[in-house]
C-alpha cells in the first residue's frame, strides 16, 4: 500500500521569500503525485500532479514540483511567496494499477506568511 | 459547472442522533469519494464508489455509518448513531477515471456532536 510522509507540520516564512515543502512517498511502482492547497474553512484544490515524462512539473499560482525517483519525494517549491499563499498544503499518492484506485494523502504542512 | 457540493456546510447534533451528509459529484464524474479530516488522523479515506458502486469501504465504521449512490448525481453518508468522535469535516470528492486525473473537492461538511 502506498504512504505519504510530509515531514515539516508548520513552515514560516518571509513574503517574498522561496518555499520548498518536502513530501517523500512509499510506493512500490512509479506512482501517480499531487499537491492540493487548503485554505482555512475550504475544500482542498489542486496544485499539480505528476503522472510520467518530464520529472518537473508545472502548477496553478506559479507552483511547480520536482518527482525524483532515487529520493521517492516530490517537493513543492515556489520561487516567491505572496501573503495569499498562506494556507495548508497536502502530498498525495495514488496507485498506478490495480488495488484500489485511491488517494493516500500526508497529513499536511502549514505554511505561515509573514509580511 | 458548480463543482462537488455538499450540504450541509455545519451540522450541530446531539449524541445518538442520526446524521445525513449530502453530495452531488461534478456531472459526468464516475468515481465519489467519502474522506473525513481531524486534527489527529488528517485526511482519511471512509469509501469510494464507481459507476454508483462500492468499491472500497474498508476505512468506515460498519457499525454506524453507511454509504449510498442511488444515483449519478446523488451520494449520502448517514451516521446512526452519531458519536463525539465522529466530530470532523466530511469532504466528497469525484473523479473522472479515478486516482489518474485527481479530485475536485467539495467544500465539506463541519460536523460537531456534542
Known amino acids: 500500500a502506498q504512504s505519504v510522509t510530509q515531514p515539516d507540520i508548520h513552515i514560516t516564512v518571509s513574503e517574498g521569500a522561496s518555499l520548498e515543502l518536502r513530501c517523500n512517498y512509499s510506493y512500490g511502482a512509479t506512482p501517480y503525485l499531487f499537491w492540493y492547497v487548503q485554505s482555512p474553512g475550504q475544500g482542498l484544490q489542486l496544485l499539480l500532479k505528476y503522472f510520467s515524462g518530464d520529472t518537473l512539473v508545472q502548477g496553478i499560482k506559479g507552483f511547480e514540483a520536482e518527482f525524483k525517483r532515487s529520493q521517492s519525494s516530490f517537493n513543492l517549491r515556489k520561487p516567491s511567496v505572496h501573503w495569499s499563499d498562506a494556507a495548508e498544503y497536502f502530498c498525495a499518492v495514488g496507485a498506478r494499477r490495480g488495488g484500489s484506485e485511491k488517494l493516500v494523502f500526508g497529513k499536511g504542512t502549514k505554511l505561515t506568511v509573514n509580511p | 459547472d458548480a463543482g462537488v457540493i455538499q450540504s450541509p456546510r455545519h451540522e450541530v447534533t446531539e449524541m445518538g442522533q442520526e446524521v445525513t451528509l449530502r453530495c452531488k459529484p461534478i456531472s459526468g464524474h464516475d468515481y465519489l469519494f467519502w474522506y473525513r479530516q481531524t486534527m489527529m488522523q488528517g485526511l482519511e479515506l471512509l469509501v469510494y464508489?464507481?459507476?454508483?458502486?462500492?468499491?472500497?469501504d474498508s476505512g468506515m465504521p460498519k457499525d454506524r455509518f453507511s454509504a449510498k449512490m442511488p444515483n449519478a448525481s446523488f451520494s449520502t453518508l448517514k451516521i446512526q448513531p452519531s458519536e463525539p468522535r465522529d466530530s470532523a469535516v466530511y469532504f466528497c470528492?469525484?473523479?473522472?477515471?479515478?486516482?489518474?486525473?485527481?479530485?475536485?473537492f467539495g467544500s465539506g461538511t463541519r460536523l460537531t456532536v456534542v
Open positions: 464508489f464507481n459507476n454508483k458502486a462500492v468499491m472500497d
Open positions: 470528492a469525484s473523479s473522472f477515471g479515478a486516482a489518474f486525473y485527481g479530485y475536485t
